[in-house]
């Protein structure tokens, strides 16, 4: 049973890795979610603040990665210009266009006073 996990754990390592490798969002990402972790140090932001960053943050790798899986078993099923296919591209493109809309107001919501105040 244990050797069955580490299967598992091994092929979902090699996911994430896949996506760090290809996917120019998922380093955006990764760049973006380092730049709040270190903002909330600087702002001193609360512990329910970092919880609230912490979990936007994997919530947004979460979407992304599911976004790439879908990219790559839409392209395996046919690389060909098709209707369908561009849709649930476009759809899972769309899901993680909403939740980084919600993750910057989220975000503002957080960063914003404490950069205003600390410029003030």
């Known amino acids: 049973m244990f050797k069955r996990h580490t299967i598992s754990f091994k092929h979902a390592w090699d996911?994430?890795?896949?996506?760090l490798a290809t996917q120019p969002n998922y380093r955006i990402h990764l760049f973006l979610s380092a730049l709040?972790?270190?903002g909330g140090f600087f702002f001193r932001i609360s512990y329910s603040e970092f919880i609230i960053v912490i979990l936007m943050i994997t919530i947004g790798l979460v979407v992304e990665t599911l976004n790439t899986g879908?990219?790559?078993t839409t392209d395996a099923i046919d690389?060909?210009?098709r209707e369908d296919i561009k849709i649930a591209k476009d759809v899972?493109?769309?899901a993680m266009l909403v939740y980084s809309?919600?993750?910057f107001v989220v975000a503002c919501m957080i960063f914003?006073?404490?950069i205003l105040a600390f410029f003030h």
């Not at 996911?15 to 996506?19: A, D, K, T």
């Open 15 to 19: 996911g994430l890795v896949y996506s």
């Open 36 to 38: 709040a972790i270190t």
């Open 70 to 72: 879908l990219e790559q």
């Open 79 to 81: 690389r060909k210009i």
């Open 92 to 94: 899972a493109a769309a």
């Open 101 to 103: 809309i919600g993750a």
């Open 112 to 114: 914003v006073p404490k």
